[in-house]
C-alpha cells in the first residue's frame, strides 16, 4: 500500500482529535464537531478505489503551463451550463459548481491566476461530463438557480477556500450528519491521493459552521450522502498552481469515487 495511503488511514482515524486555529474567511466561527472515519473504513475504501485512481504527472510544470490551465479554467467558466433539474428526475449525483454564476455577494475566493468560480466551474463540468459518459444520471447546478426539494443520491457542492493567511489552511471537507461521513471520507480521499497532500494537512471535519450547515443541504433530499469539498486554498500559491495542474486528474478521481459511492451505497 502506498505510503500517502498509509498516512491517510492514520488521518482519519485521528481526525476527530485534531483541531484548527486558522479562519476560513467565509465563515470565520470554528465547529469540526464531525468525527472522521475509522481506520479499517478507510483502508476499505483504499482496497476498492486504489486500482482506479489516476496518478497526476510528476513531470515539472513551467508558469506558461500554469497560465494555460487558467486559461483552461476561465473558458470553462464562460462556457458553462448548468441546469435547475426537476424533482421527478431521479439524479445520481447533483454537482454544485461553488458560487457560480454570482456577481455580487458571496462570489468566491481570488488566487493569482483564477477565482473560485473559474475552479469550481471547471472541475465541476469534467466531473459531469464523466460521470454522463459512464451512463450516470448527473446533473450541474449554479449556487442559487436549482429546484429545491430533489432527490439525488448524492449532493456534491465544489469550492476552493481562501484565507487572511495564506498557506494556513488545509483541503477540507464539510457536511451536516453523520450518515455522510463515510461517502464524503471516500471524496476526500481522491483528493489527497490525486494533489499528494499529506491527509494530516486536511482541515477537520466541518471545521467551520458554514460547512456543516452550508445552505443547499436543507434544500436537496439525497439517499446516500451530502457534502462540500474544499479542493486547495486559493489564497495560497503553491495550492493554487498544484490545483490547476491537476484539475483534469481530480475531476476523474473524484468521479471514480462517486461510482464506488453509487455502487457501494453508504446508508
Keep these: 500500500m502506498p505510503s500517502l495511503a498509509l498516512k491517510a488511514i492514520a488521518f482519519f482515524a485521528i481526525a476527530s482529535l485534531q483541531a484548527s ?140 477556500d481562501s484565507s487572511t493567511l495564506p498557506c494556513k489552511l488545509g483541503p477540507s471537507i464539510g ?5 455522510d461521513a463515510k461517502g464524503m471520507h471516500g471524496i476526500a480521499l481522491a483528493l489527497a491521493l490525486t494533489m499528494g497532500v499529506d491527509p494530516t494537512a486536511f482541515m477537520k471535519d466541518s471545521y467551520t459552521k458554514g460547512l456543516e450547515s452550508y445552505y443547499a443541504f436543507t434544500d436537496m433530499n439525497p439517499s446516500e450522502f451530502e457534502g462540500v469539498l474544499e479542493m486547495a486554498e486559493l489564497t495560497c500559491l503553491k495550492q493554487e498552481e498544484k490545483l490547476l495542474s491537476r484539475a483534469e486528474v481530480l475531476a476523474n478521481n473524484l468521479a471514480v469515487a462517486v461510482v464506488f459511492a453509487l455502487k457501494e451505497p453508504f446508508q
Design 175 to 179: 457536511y451536516d450528519s453523520v450518515s
Design 21 to 160: 486555529t486558522v479562519h476560513a474567511k467565509d465563515d470565520e466561527v470554528e465547529v469540526g464537531t464531525q468525527p472522521g472515519a475509522s481506520a479499517e473504513e478507510i483502508a476499505a475504501v483504499i482496497q476498492d478505489l486504489g486500482g482506479d485512481l489516476k496518478k497526476p504527472s510528476a513531470v515539472a510544470f513551467s508558469p506558461a503551463d500554469v497560465r494555460g490551465w487558467a486559461d483552461k479554467a476561465k473558458k470553462a467558466h464562460a462556457n458553462l451550463q448548468t441546469e435547475a433539474g426537476q424533482v421527478e428526475i431521479s439524479y445520481d449525483i447533483v454537482i454544485q459548481a461553488g458560487h457560480y454564476a454570482r456577481k455580487t455577494g458571496r462570489t468566491g475566493g481570488q488566487g493569482k491566476y483564477v477565482i473560485e468560480q473559474d475552479m469550481s466551474a471547471w472541475v465541476g463540468k469534467m466531473l459531469f461530463d464523466n460521470l454522463k459518459a459512464r451512463g450516470y444520471e448527473a446533473l450541474l447546478v449554479d449556487a442559487d438557480h436549482y429546484t429545491k426539494g430533489m432527490k439525488p443520491r448524492i449532493f456534491l457542492a465544489l469550492h476552493t
